[in-house]
């Protein structure tokens, strides 16, 4: 056995920190799905004050809940639709502006 074979390491890949009830979707996700759950009956609740149609409304609420799920879901890469998104804001938030000096190329 020689040295470098002594002293390898071993990283695990694909550790969790927290429990999840399915593979990308723990407690976090669940609260986020909530609201967004929420947020869909609050449009169901508008669609049947304005239209009165039965199937309409139970599948908009119906889209809602499960389109919150699968927007909050991670993917492999440990990343969500929802953190994509508040990503992206954050990156148009932040400073887009460089300004610089420009100066002579040969020191002139």
């Known amino acids: 056995m020689n040295d470098m074979e002594q002293w390898a390491l071993y990283i695990p890949s694909?550790?969790?920190v927290q429990n999840?009830?399915?593979?990308?979707?723990?407690?976090?996700?669940?609260?986020?799905?909530?609201?967004?759950s929420l947020f869909g009956g609050v449009v169901a609740a508008v669609i049947w004050i304005c239209s009165a149609n039965v199937a309409f409304t139970v599948v908009a609420v119906?889209?809602?809940?499960?389109?919150s799920v699968m927007m909050c879901t991670k993917d492999l890469n440990n990343q969500s639709v929802v953190d994509q998104v508040g990503n992206m804001i954050r990156f148009a938030k932040s400073q887009q502006i460089y300004p610089y000096r420009a100066l002579s190329e040969w020191g002139e």
């Open 14 to 16: 694909g550790v969790k």
């Open 20 to 36: 999840e009830l399915f593979n990308g979707f723990g407690k976090r996700e669940l609260l986020q799905s909530v609201a967004g």
């Open 62 to 67: 119906l889209t809602g809940i499960f389109g």
